[in-house]
Nanobody
Framework: QVQLVESGGGLVQAGGSLRLSCAVSGRTLSTYTMGWFRQAPGKEREFVAACTSIAGCTMYANFVEGRFFISRDSAKNTVDLQMNSLKPEDTAVYYC????????????WGQGTPVTVSS
């Protein structure tokens, strides 16, 4: 069983930065796809970024616009999301997720970490 625990959320002013971290236990993630999603109040959950075993950490949602960077540390079994130039519309609960291959649904989810960006 894979367990994911996010940390690093909080309150930040617009234009600021935050670094989210996802600690993974239960399985070595070398072949897993690891992703970050977010859900804003009253909205559906949406994809943010992902690392895959084939393409590396190269998948980003359009709204990221070069502001966010996802990275994976296989030795530490962590996946981080560096968020820069934050906007109030980035306010959401951010979730780490994992799936065992390149394709398919994300099967494992963390509990989420809230991010609030004030204007």
């Amino acid at each position: 069983q894979v367990q994911l625990v996010e940390s690093g959320g909080g309150l930040v002013q617009a234009g600021g930065s935050l670094r989210l971290s996802c600690a993974v236990s239960g399985r070595t993630l070398s072949t897993y796809t690891m992703g970050w999603f977010r859900q804003a109040p009253g909205k559906e959950r949406e994809f943010v970024a992902a690392c895959t075993s084939i393409a590396g950490c190269t998948m980003y949602a359009n709204f990221v616009e070069g502001r966010f960077f996802i990275s994976r540390d296989s030795a530490k079994n962590t996946v981080d999301l560096q968020m820069n130039s934050l906007k109030p519309e980035d306010t959401a609960v951010y979730y780490c997720a994992a799936r065992p291959g390149y394709y398919g649904d994300f099967e494992f989810w963390g509990q989420g970490t809230p991010v609030t960006v004030s204007s």
